[in-house]
């Protein structure tokens, strides 16, 4: 398989003015898990029963797009949430400050349209419509996100959207482009945009618990930033729906109050214990696994679909 890292590693950013590419340089050099652009090219190989050289130098390029483009949503993200961490380091906006986080992002959008580019003409146009379709999700599932801030009550059924948007879908379109790439019959395009939707899902899932439950040393950012920003997440809404009256006043108590600390974050994290939503989150978690798992049974078997279930159980145990 294409080292993706080294690759990334290849695109230049040493270029004027410094100020504008030096925080992308920044960025993509932070690591990450690369899930997206991984996530392409086991796509291609899957279809193409162990991957060719010249069709895995086809998906690069788009492979890179969609790094390239999920880092221009982090920065964005970042100053949106006023996150402070990132990956264990500085987010953009506090390294430098928003302006140059807003624009340096800007510039990356720029930078993963010129990657995909490169995407063989003949399939270009597809690809590229697909793409657009992402972009606009990741948007919608954005200002859903903002707008459950002010909400008084969201269903579980209303998260489970947004985060299909802003996250899952860029990893369902990962999946497809580097599917149609490799040459996939459209029911094999199907079955991997399924996989990959429902691995979002369950990755976010996830990404909820860890918010509360991880390890900041290997979680990489701090721990209870959802809940000191009253943030809509799997485990708010369901203790909402599941606790009654006296434990949902004293979590909507906490919810008001502006203790933004480890005394807010301790008092709620209780809350979740009491009512037991980690593990109402998990079964949801381990449901659209099972539902992602599912969908490789119309793929051909091969060491690249054998990686694809290999991936989705290591996501849904994952620790960072």
């Known amino acids: 398989m294409l080292d993706i890292n ?3 590693a290849k695109l230049n950013w040493n270029k004027e003015p410094r100020g504008l590419y030096e925080p992308i340089e920044y960025t993509l050099a932070s690591g990450g898990k690369r899930l997206r652009p991984h996530l392409a090219i086991i796509a291609a190989e899957a279809v193409i029963n162990g991957g060719l050289i010249n069709s895995m130098d086809d998906v690069l390029p788009a492979a890179l797009a969609l790094e390239v483009f999920h880092n221009f949503t982090l920065m964005h993200d970042d100053v949106m949430d006023r996150a402070t961490v990132r990956r264990g380091q500085e987010t953009v906006h506090v390294k430098w400050n928003d302006n140059t986080a807003i624009l ?3 510039q990356m959008l720029i930078e993963a349209y010129k990657l995909l ?4 003409a003949p399939k270009l146009p597809q690809v590229l419509n697909w793409f657009n379709e992402m972009a606009t999700g990741v948007c919608e599932g954005q200002q859903l996100d903002v707008d459950f801030e002010h909400m008084s009550q969201v269903g579980i059924d209303e998260y489970m959207k947004m985060i299909e948007l802003k996250t899952s879908v860029l990893i369902a379109y990962a999946m497809r482009i580097g599917g149609y790439l490799a040459g996939a019959a459209p029911v094999q395009q199907e079955a991997l945009y ?9 990755f976010q899932i996830q990404d909820d618990i860890l918010d509360v439950y991880g390890d900041p040393k290997t979680f990489g950012k701090a721990i209870g930033g959802d809940i000191c920003a009253n943030k809509k997440t799997a485990l708010l809404i369901t203790a909402l729906e599941k606790a009654d009256p006296e434990t949902k006043a004293e979590l909507l108590q906490w919810l008001m109050s502006s203790d933004q600390n480890e005394k807010k974050i301790a008092a709620v994290t209780d809350i979740y214990n009491r009512i037991g939503v980690r593990a109402e989150c998990e079964v949801i978690m381990e449901q659209h696994t099972a539902l ?3 969908q490789l049974d119309k793929l051909p078997q091969n060491d690249a679909t054998e990686s694809l279930r290999e991936l989705a159980e290591r996501l849904a145990n994952r620790k960072s």
């Open 117 to 120: 580019a490169q995407v063989p």
């Open 6 to 8: 080294k690759e990334i």
């Open 194 to 202: 399924q996989y990959g939707l429902h691995i979002g899902l369950a």
């Open 292 to 294: 992602a798992l599912a």
């Open 104 to 106: 340096s992002g800007d």
